[in-house]
């Protein structure tokens, strides 16, 4: 069965940086596109960054573009993200997600989430 | 950026009621519309793709309508564990993916 399980979560400092991991397991991750979607506390969802299954392209919302970076390791199934100038509107639940086919653009499966706090 | 406007933001109902959600989009999204269900501390779970398309393993009861900027959600009777967040989400302007604010769908 298809699991996504993120990590790399915690309290950091404004101006700090994290980097998180999502490990994939139960589908050929090599063939799909891949999603970074958060969620602020009481809030509701953000997209944030996509990369293409074969890591050719990236995208970035414009909240994130340019302190954000997406990647992938298709060798060892596993998806990242790197937070660098964190500010304190970037606290959240962070959740992978894979691509329904392909690069579509809508998500059949989510990880369970890791929460980033940002705050002095 | 596409605006997705959910309404009601709460809707009241009893279990066996029919819930009727709404999305409407600020230009056409043709069908590249997806419909969420999030319960308290869980992950989105997809219900619905393409405007009308359930997703593996979703009820019948579930079911999508709409094109272009107007979309509904419909839960024909409403069972207990129905009771949650919906977001929907388009794509249409792909890699700007957007989400609606949600609607909470509450135990009257």
């Known amino acids: 069965q298809v699991q996504l399980v993120e990590s790399g979560g915690g309290v950091v400092q404004p101006g700090g940086a994290l980097r998180l991991s999502c490990a994939a397991s139960g589908f050929t991750f090599s063939s799909y596109g891949m999603h970074w979607v958060r969620q602020a506390p009481g809030k509701g969802l953000e997209w944030v960054a996509c990369?293409?299954?074969?890591?050719?392209?990236?995208y970035y919302s414009d909240s994130v573009k340019g302190r954000f970076t997406i990647s992938r390791d298709n060798s060892k199934n596993t998806l990242y993200l790197q937070m660098n100038s964190l500010r304190a509107e970037d606290t959240a639940v962070y959740y992978c997600?894979?691509?329904?086919?392909?690069?579509?653009?809508?998500?059949?499966?989510w990880g369970q989430g890791t929460l980033v706090t940002v705050s002095s | 950026e596409i605006v997705l406007t959910q309404s009601p933001a709460t809707l009241s109902l009893s279990p066996g009621e029919r819930a009727t959600l709404s999305c409407r989009a600020s230009?056409?999204?043709?069908?590249?519309l997806a419909w969420y269900q999030q319960k308290p501390g869980q992950a989105p779970r997809l219900l619905i793709y393409d405007a009308s398309n359930r997703a593996t393993g979703i009820p019948a009861r579930f079911s999508g309508s709409g094109s272009g900027t107007d979309f509904t959600l419909t839960i024909s009777s409403l069972e207990p564990e129905d009771f949650a967040v919906y977001y929907c989400q388009q794509r249409s302007n792909w890699p700007l993916l957007t989400f609606g604010g949600g609607t909470k769908v509450e135990i009257k």
């Open positions: 990369i293409r299954y074969d890591a050719t392209n990236k």
């Open positions: 230009q056409s999204v043709s069908s590249f």
């Open positions: 997600a894979k691509d329904r086919i392909l690069v579509t653009g809508d998500f059949d499966y």
